[in-house]
């Protein structure tokens, strides 16, 4: 059975889509699209702007978001999901991919929640950590040892086995890696984040996003979407809905939610959108299946 999957935040790079846009029509006319929607040339950027324009919230997800579904939607016939999930932002192109969300109804969603996310960090400063080889068990019971409840760091994304990030206030964040290293984390390195996502310190994001989603139509999915929540497949859109507002200030459940892919029959999984991060976690996560980029 055939997995897509979509990527999150930092997959971004300069000269994103821009062969696609050239080499297919599909493609060149969702770019355009987005242009139209977000009310600049995002395109530009994409494909001949600098890191660091690039790298900015409020430019990062919108143009993930759009190379990924576009990658998707321009595979045509090629494109015939069993399932599908997408890690943090990737999530709502999964939705769009599989036409739970219109592709515009996405885009304004996604340019709302970079918005209320960059305003969320500049409110609460936060940071985030990636501790490389300990158990998650042991990286939990250290979060929960340092946090205090105005001063606080929790597990963020599971990414696969022997990496976790953590999130939360830049002190706490900053004693739990101390903590980690000396129990034995192999590296425990402060991301070039300015906010601590997928924690409680997102929560006005979550506030103003869900006000947004409720008022956005959603569909039935072609196929279940493994939401990051819970890790498990939903088509209701209510539900839907519901965990995608829940996603801002709760952990990524990634490794869970490959897991149970696999064993509800995924045998393929293929990465559509920039970079090759999630097919590196899927081969840590599940040894047996075919993992490619498109």
Known sequence: MKAFVFPGQGAQSVGMGKELYE???VARELFEKANEVLGFRITDIMFKGTDEELKQTRITQPAVFVHSVVSA???????????VAGHSLGEMSALAATGALSFEDGLRLVQKRALAMQKACDENPGTMAAIIALPDEVVEAVCENVSKPDCFVI???YNCPGQLVISGHVEAVSVACEKLKETGA???????????????????????????????EFKTPCCPVYQNVDALPHTDPEE??????????SPVRWTKTVQNMVADGATEFTECGPGKALQGMITKIARDVTVQGV
Not at 73 to 80: I, K, N, R, S, T
Not at 194 to 215: C, R, T, V, W, Y
Not at 240 to 249: G, V
């Open 155 to 157: 597990p963020a994304n």
């Open 23 to 25: 080499q297919n029509e």
């Open 73 to 83: 939607l321009a595979l045509g016939d090629d494109f015939q999901p069993a399932m």
């Open 186 to 216: 192999k590296r425990a390195l402060v991301l070039q984040v300015n906010g601590a996502f997928h924690s409680p310190l997102m929560q006005s994001a979550k506030d103003e996003l869900a006000a947004a989603i409720m008022q956005t």
């Open 240 to 249: 839907i809905k519901q965990n995608l507002i829940a996603q801002l200030t």
